[in-house]
T-cell receptor, first 112, second 114 residues
Framework: GQSLEQPSEVTAVEGAIVQINCTYQTSGFYGLSWYQQHDGGAPTFLSYNALDGLEETGRFSSFLSRSDSYGYLLLQELQMKDSASYFC?????????????FGRGTSLIVHP | DAGVIQSPRHEVTEMGQEVTLRCKPI?????LFWYRQTMMRGLELLIYFNNNVPIDDSGMPEDRFSAKMPNASFSTLKIQPSEPRDSAVYFCASSSRVSTDTQYFGPGTRLTVL
């Protein structure tokens, strides 16, 4: 089985930098993904880490440490439109297949 | 590309009725996922198909739920009979063989069972 822990809510101001952490417990780790979901919308893919280190995509970066079972999403130059829920997800090897599991999500509130 | 298509977008039904949700994955994608999202339980994987074959259905709540994928471009999730606790947003997502960890989600079906 697997479980993921992430903070339920994070607040920040426009222009700031915010980090959303995710710790996981899995029986066979494959990779860590991040998704964004605006209210009333569908989750959209942001990033994926299979190896240790930092992956950068514009204002968003994602980090993974496999030895610590830990990752984070870093959002820079925050904008009001970044207010959304952010989910970390792992693909865990179960019975020969890789099954995706999502965390409960972190609600990011960006203030002007 | 049209993205993942789901229908209907909204469904209101009465307890005991049969509900069928439909999904058309992105053309060329070989994996399809059905999720349910509620405030209480978050985003839960219900079932996962690979090349039209069900790989894992351990998330299907009970026998009232069934899913099929008769071909690479169509899948259904059926609830019979429906109950008020089935009220949720149901998402379908697909991914390709090349980029398995990038899931593309449909807009979802908001189901309300009265």
């Amino acid at each position: 089985g697997q479980s993921l822990e992430q903070p339920s809510e994070v607040t920040a101001v426009e222009g700031a930098i915010v980090q959303i952490n995710c710790t996981y417990q899995t029986s066979g780790f494959y990779g860590l993904s991040w998704y964004q979901q605006h209210d009333g919308g569908a989750p959209t893919f942001l990033s994926y880490n299979a190896l240790d280190g930092l992956e950068e995509t514009g204002r968003f970066s994602s980090f993974l440490s496999r030895s610590d079972s830990y990752g984070y999403l870093l959002l820079q130059e925050l904008q009001m439109k970044d207010s959304a829920s952010y989910f970390c997800a792992v693909r865990d090897r179960t019975g020969g297949s890789y099954i995706p599991t999502f965390g409960r999500g972190t609600s990011l509130i960006v203030h002007p | 590309d049209a993205g993942v298509i789901q229908s209907p977008r909204h469904e209101v039904t009465e307890m005991g009725q049969e509900v069928t949700l439909r999904c058309k994955p992105i053309s060329g994608h070989n994996s399809l996922f059905w999720y349910r999202q509620t405030m209480m339980r978050g985003l839960e994987l219900l079932i996962y198909f690979n090349n039209n074959v069900p790989i894992d259905d351990s998330g299907m709540p009970e026998d009232r739920f069934s899913a099929k994928m008769p071909n690479a471009s169509f899948s259904t999730l059926k609830i019979q009979p429906s109950e008020p606790r089935d009220s949720a947003v149901y998402f379908c997502a697909s991914s390709s063989r090349v980029s398995t960890d990038t899931q593309y989600f449909g807009p979802g079906t908001r189901l309300t069972v009265l």
